[in-house]
C-alpha cells in the first residue's frame, strides 16, 4: 500500500507543479519524496513522507530505545502510550524523517540551498495525539483523503508516477456525479 500511496502523493504534486523524485537515499535511510517548484519569489521546496494505514493498530512513531524500558519489548509495541511517551516518540522520529544530518545532507545532493517545507501526508492514524504532536514539530499534515480528492478534481496536467491510478479516481468521480459511465 505504500508504493501505491507514494505514487499517488507523486502525481498529486506533479499536478501541482513540482518536479519531483521519488526514494531518495543516502545513507541507510529514505526519503519518500522530494519536490521543488518555481514559486512567485524563489523555489518552493518540499520534504514529503507518507504514511497510508487504513486499519492501523500501532503507531507512526516507534518508540525510541530509551522509551522501551519498562514498558514494551519492541519499539513498534502496540501498546497505548502515555504522552510524555508520545512526545519522546515524536520527537525521535521527526529527527529521524526530516532534521538528522543525513536528510539534510540527502536533500543538499538534490538541490542545495534552498528552504524545506516538511509534509506529511497521512491516511487514519491509532491516535490523534500524535498528529497533534507531529505538527507541533513544524511539519504540515495533509490527510490522504485531501490527495486523493484534489487528483479526482483533473487539472489536465498528466505524465507524472501516478497517472493511471489518478484516472481511475478521477473516472470515479466524474461517474459519481454524471451516473452511470455510458457516456
Same mark, same amino acid.
Given at each position: 500500500?505504500?508504493?501505491l500511496?507514494e505514487s499517488?502523493?507523486d ?9 519531483t523524485v521519488?526514494g531518495?537515499?543516502?545513507?541507510v535511510?529514505?526519503?519518500d519524496l522530494l519536490?521543488?517548484r ?16 487504513f486499519r492501523?493498530i500501532?503507531y507512526?512513531?516507534?518508540?525510541p530505545?530509551?522509551?522501551l ?11 497505548a502510550?502515555?504522552?510524555?511517551q508520545?512526545e ?6 521527526v529527527?529521524?524523517k526530516?532534521?538528522?544530518s543525513?536528510?539534510?545532507a540527502?536533500r543538499?545532493?538534490?538541490w ?6 516538511f ?9 490523534q ?5 507531529i505538527e507541533?514539530h513544524g511539519? %504540515?499534515?495533509?490527510p490522504?483523503?485531501r490527495?486523493l480528492g484534489e487528483? +479526482?478534481q @483533473?487539472? !489536465?496536467i498528466?505524465?507524472?508516477?501516478g497517472?493511471?491510478l489518478s %484516472?481511475v479516481i478521477e473516472?470515479?468521480?466524474q461517474?459519481?456525479?454524471? +451516473?452511470? @459511465?455510458? !457516456?
Open positions: 500500500m505504500a508504493l500511496a499517488l502523493v502525481e498529486w504534486l506533479n499536478r501541482k507543479g513540482f518536479f521519488r531518495v537515499r543516502h545513507g535511510g529514505e526519503i519536490g521543488v518555481q514559486g512567485s519569489q524563489s523555489m518552493e521546496a518540499r520534504h514529503v513522507e507518507v504514511q497510508a494505514s492501523p500501532g507512526i512513531t516507534p518508540l530505545a530509551k522509551a524500558e519498562g514498558f514494551a519489548k519492541s519499539k513498534t509495541s502496540m501498546k502510550r502515555q504522552l510524555e508520545l519522546a516518540s515524536v520527537g525521535a522520529w529527527e529521524k526530516f532534521t538528522s543525513s536528510k539534510c540527502a543538499d545532493l538534490a542545495k540551498g534552498l528552504q524545506w517545507k509534509v506529511l501526508v497521512h491516511a487514519v492514524v491509532r491516535d495525539n500524535e498528529l497533534i504532536l507541533s511539519i %504540515e499534515l495533509i490522504l483523503h490527495v487528483l +479526482g @483533473g487539472n !489536465g498528466k505524465g507524472g508516477a497517472t493511471d %484516472e473516472y470515479f468521480h461517474n459519481q456525479r454524471e +451516473g452511470d @459511465g455510458r !457516456g
